[in-house]
């Protein structure tokens, strides 16, 4: 209720008259000259309150969306989460935690975006593009979000570079210097063109069979996010590797075909999450340009096509990919029976006398 305020010590010929809403335990309040004028704020003070209000109950804040969307991204791997984290990050920070979905504007989306491409590049803009896609698909999906504003907006052109594919030599370098327990290691990577993680997650039990001589890798890169299977024959390299490393690997009771074996190292006996100095050590000792497991993936399939002249159908199947034309990126150019197919990639001609003695020294 509007009031004529009183100042104590002083006196004025203009008295003003104080406007009071109290909201929510929340107190606004104006100055005015006229006690009418005073009224009439008070009065669109409560309506702009009372619409506000109703706008925050109908409506989805972008704190929230952020929220529920990175508790359902759980499913997805760790590098897909961190990379959902921190777009989330960036757009509250942009937009503020309080803003609703309903009012995100193609126009401020597009305004977002350059400002990524200007700062980070145009593929890190576009990466968040994608992000910014699905986290609001999800909202229309799940909470009710109506529109989705950044399906008007387009990909910022951008030039991929050429990945780095290692030439056979250098592959023939690596396992030259690598350990027995290393070279089975490189191995199902370069028998199986498998991706990094799914080495890494490889079970005895599960994933290695010695009597149909198969191997099952499983990949995340799935629209759920669930984990999906697939048998691969092994080739008589790998079949020989594994074997040998189920006989002499150093921790029994492990359920993983491969882990830590360094006893210096807290982590002894854990799986990999990651092994990031080990591509780079190896390289070294080798004296070829480092390269990482990817690339390892990059050479299988270049290797099949280009040596072999395997069809890009077929190297589709050893990769898994889910469109040929992923494949004949990887391959870098363009049905045979897959186990002979798998045995093209063995490394027999290297002499096992010389790869002990280079292993030695």
Not at 10 to 16: D, G, T, W
Not at 45 to 55: N, S
Not at 238 to 249: A, I, T, V
């Amino acid at each position: 209720m509007a009031y004529k305020e009183h100042k104590k010590g002083k006196k004025s010929a203009h008295q003003k008259y104080r406007a009071c809403v109290v909201e929510d335990g929340i107190r606004h309040t104006a100055l005015f000259l006229t006690k009418r004028e005073a009224i009439e704020w008070e009065a669109q003070k409560r309506k702009d309150l009372k619409a506000e209000a109703g706008k925050k109950k109908l409506g989805l804040d972008l704190l929230t969306l952020c929220a529920k969307y990175l508790d359902y991204s759980e499913r997805y791997s760790k590098t897909t989460r961190y990379e959902k984290d921190a777009v989330c990050r960036r757009i509250l920070k942009t937009w503020g935690p309080e803003k609703l979905v309903a009012d995100i504007t193609p126009a401020d989306v597009l305004k977002y975006l350059t400002v990524q491409a200007r700062k980070r590049s145009n593929y890190s803009s576009n990466r968040d593009r994608k992000n910014l896609l699905s986290m609001i698909n999800f909202g229309i999906k799940y909470l009710g979000v109506q529109t989705n504003p950044v399906v008007i907006t387009d990909n910022l052109p951008h030039e991929k570079g050429v990945q780095y594919t290692p030439p056979q030599d250098d592959i023939l370098k690596l396992l030259m210097v690598a350990t027995r327990e290393e070279r089975v290691f490189l191995n199902c990577y370069l028998q199986t063109g498998a991706r990094r993680s799914e080495i890494f997650r490889l079970i005895w039990a599960n994933d290695v069979n010695f009597e149909k001589r198969t191997i099952r890798l499983g990949t995340r890169k799935t629209k759920d996010g669930s984990m999906e299977y697939e048998l691969l024959p092994m080739s008589d390299d790998l079949n020989d590797d594994l074997k040998w490393w189920w006989d002499n690997h150093p921790i029994k009771r492990s359920p993983y075909v491969f882990y830590n074996t360094d006893k210096d190292c807290r982590h002894y006996g854990e799986p990999f999450t990651a092994r990031r100095a080990f591509m780079h050590g190896i390289c070294k000792r080798a004296g070829i340009r480092e390269f990482g497991f990817h690339a390892l993936r990059r050479y299988v399939a270049s290797v099949l096509a280009d040596t072999h002249k395997v069809s890009a159908k077929t190297i589709q199947r050893i990769l898994r990919h889910k469109n040929v034309t992923t494949t004949e990126r990887y391959i870098q150019s363009i049905n045979n029976d897959l186990e002979a197919t798998m045995n093209m990639l063995s490394f027999k001609p290297i002499p096992e006398a010389e790869r002990q003695r280079a292993a030695v020294s």
